[in-house]
């Protein structure tokens, strides 16, 4: 398996413009999660989903921000409008289920919001 | 929820040297705690974990020590290289009915000056 595969890797927009991330977790895993990484909140989690329903999203910063899981093998993130404080690494990870098993994360989306 | 502190935010030593990287979390039935390493510009990756039964665990070079009752974990990383340099990340879970989620720390940023 390659991974866990988001897409773009960078992705450069103007504020107001909707912003869509992609993600592809490792086949098989239950679990898929979104992360957002900032010099000042460090890792922090925004939703993830459970055989690709959601099951907690109350880190969604506000209702700009979307999530959804149409299937086991892929989920988007979308920010609409985009403001430039969106500006940060977004990642996907995704787990098999149980309480000790590691969470594998993607390469990571660099969004910078102008 | 879960709360995991993390200290230092940095840490500056010298090749050789040993590093520690001390956590705290508040909920009590936490019962899982990985440590995960994020080289500059790229993803967070697993590099220890350890388990609520097991008061420490050694992987070469890496350990980590477990303290229920006080409720705190930490990293250990001894004849530390240049390549060690990195952040880490703590982070815990509570099993089963908080689903799978993964909580983290801010991070601890490592500098090993050779």
């Known amino acids: 398996d390659a991974g866990v595969i988001q897409s773009p890797r960078h992705e450069v927009t103007e504020m107001g413009q909707e912003v869509t991330l992609r993600c592809k977790p490792i086949?098989?895993?239950?679990?898929l999660f979104w992360y957002r990484q900032t010099m000042m909140r460090g890792l922090e989690l925004l939703i993830y989903?459970?055989?690709?329903?959601?099951?907690?999203d109350s880190g969604m910063p506000e209702d700009r921000f979307s999530a959804k899981m149409p299937n086991a093998s892929f989920s988007t993130l979308k920010i609409q409008p985009s403001e430039p404080r969106d500006s940060a690494v977004y990642f996907c990870?995704?787990?098999?289920?149980?309480?000790?098993?590691?969470?594998?994360f993607g390469q990571g989306t660099r969004l910078t919001v102008v | 929820g879960e709360n995991v502190e993390q200290h230092p935010s940095t840490l500056s030593v010298q090749e050789g040297d040993s590093a520690v990287i001390k956590c705290t979390y508040s909920?009590?039935?936490?019962?899982?705690f990985p440590w995960y390493k994020q080289e500059l510009g790229k993803r967070p990756q697993l590099i220890i974990d350890?388990?609520?039964?097991?008061g420490e665990k050694k992987d070469q070079r890496i350990a980590v020590t477990l303290n229920k009752t006080a409720k705190h974990f930490s990293l250990h990383i001894t004849e530390t290289q240049p390549e060690d340099s990195a952040v880490y990340f703590c982070?815990?879970?509570?099993?089963?009915?908080?689903?799978?989620?993964?909580?983290f720390g801010g991070g601890t940023r490592v500098l090993v000056k050779p």
């Open positions: 989903f459970n055989n690709n329903v959601p099951i907690d």
């Open positions: 990870a995704s787990s098999f289920k149980g309480w000790n098993t590691e969470a594998f």
């Open positions: 909920d009590s039935a936490s019962n899982y």
């Open positions: 982070a815990a879970k509570r099993a089963k009915a908080a689903g799978n989620k993964l909580t």
């Open positions: 086949s098989g895993h239950d679990y």
């Open positions: 350890i388990r609520s039964n097991v």
